[in-house]
């Protein structure tokens, strides 16, 4: 079943580096463990500290802990990837819920796909506070298929992004976006903005 759902992105491995996959494997299981399938996500401090030390990029660590974060329990599903770029279609629908704007900029159009664009953003200026780290999940109707692509930001603002199959239409008057928050649990000193637990609609 997982071989026929699931197609390696090229078709070579070294077989050298067997024995250090299996000790990824082990460890992601001993973390499945300890955070009783609850990960959190790791601070940005200890992200780029972990990245200086191992001369990594930021880019990849930050995939590689938002995929664990995102990680569902059922096998891996085909999935499309836009291809054949068509063109920008600019959206700008926003909402402000407790000081946070939540806003759906624009979206890119694939001749297979839309790739829509969040951005939310803290309305403070108070130093001492900063977003909490969360997850994403869109929801815009039985019609369409949405998952988390990639994502960022820094203290008071995130930018995330969504595959959205079958493509959408350019004119999205009418259509409802909506998100659901998934929190990321973290130990911080510093006060935290939480973001709205309920569901939010954008018009």
């Excluded at 600019?90 to 000081?99: F, G």
Aim: net charge negative; with cysteine.
């Amino acid at each position: 079943m997982i071989r026929e759902m699931f197609h390696a992105p090229v078709g070579y491995y070294c077989e050298s580096l067997a024995a250090i996959d299996e000790q990824i494997c082990a460890l992601f299981a001993e973390r499945k463990v300890i955070s009783e399938n609850n990960p959190g996500f790791p601070s940005l401090d200890l992200i780029s500290a972990w990245c200086k030390q191992y001369n990594l990029s930021k880019h990849e660590v930050w995939s590689i802990f938002s995929s664990m974060s995102n990680e569902s329990s059922s096998l891996p599903q085909e999935q499309i990837e836009p291809t054949e770029f068509l063109r920008f279609v600019p959206i700008l629908k926003s909402v402000e819920l407790d000081n946070i704007f939540y806003a759906v900029t624009y979206m890119k159009q694939y001749k297979n796909a839309s790739v829509v664009s969040l951005e939310v953003e803290l309305n403070s200026s108070e130093e001492n506070i900063r977003l909490e780290y969360a997850g994403f999940e869109l929801f815009i109707s039985p019609n369409y298929q949405c998952r988390p692509a990639r994502g960022g930001g820094d203290d008071k603002g995130i930018q995330h992004s969504f595959v959205v199959t079958p493509s959408l239409p350019d004119d999205v008057t009418g259509l409802e976006f909506r998100l659901t928050v998934r929190s990321h649990r973290e130990r911080d000193k510093r006060k935290i903005a939480l973001l709205t637990k309920s569901p939010i609609t954008i018009k």
